[in-house]
């Protein structure tokens, strides 16, 4: 499984952004897809978790706010957020693993390269 990530940005607070993941190889089957963040001086966290039937959850910080969804027949995923904070700043991950969902970064196996997300207030 391979993911390419696009999307992200600078933004002012209160403002919106939407990021996607291009995903490609072989992923039919029980499997989860996640976006994480790391913060500056933060360790990665996980934001929102996404299984193959559509189930999602959120962290506290960001639910009512973002929205994890795929488009099957793109086979891309999205983190859209909305009324973004300062503090939501920081290098945005999607990441792919078999099974059963979880916010355990060492529980991925596939992730993307990474991009940028910048709220200023």
């Known amino acids: 499984v391979q993911l390419v990530q696009s999307g992200g940005g600078s933004v002012q607070a209160g403002g919106s952004l939407r990021l996607s993941c291009a995903v490609s190889g072989w992923t039919y089957g029980w499997h989860c897809m996640a976006w994480f963040r790391q913060s500056p001086g933060k360790e990665r966290e996980g934001v929102a978790t996404?299984?193959?039937?559509?189930?999602?959850t959120y962290a506290d910080s960001v639910k009512g706010l973002f929205t994890i969804s795929k488009d099957d027949a793109k086979n891309n995923l999205y983190l859209q957020m909305n009324s973004l904070k300062a503090e939501d700043t920081g290098i945005y991950y999607c990441a792919f693993k078999w099974r059963e969902c979880s916010i355990r970064e060492a529980d991925f196996g596939a992730w993307g390269q990474g991009t940028q997300v910048t709220v200023s207030s």
């Open positions: 996404r299984d193959n039937s559509g189930g999602t």
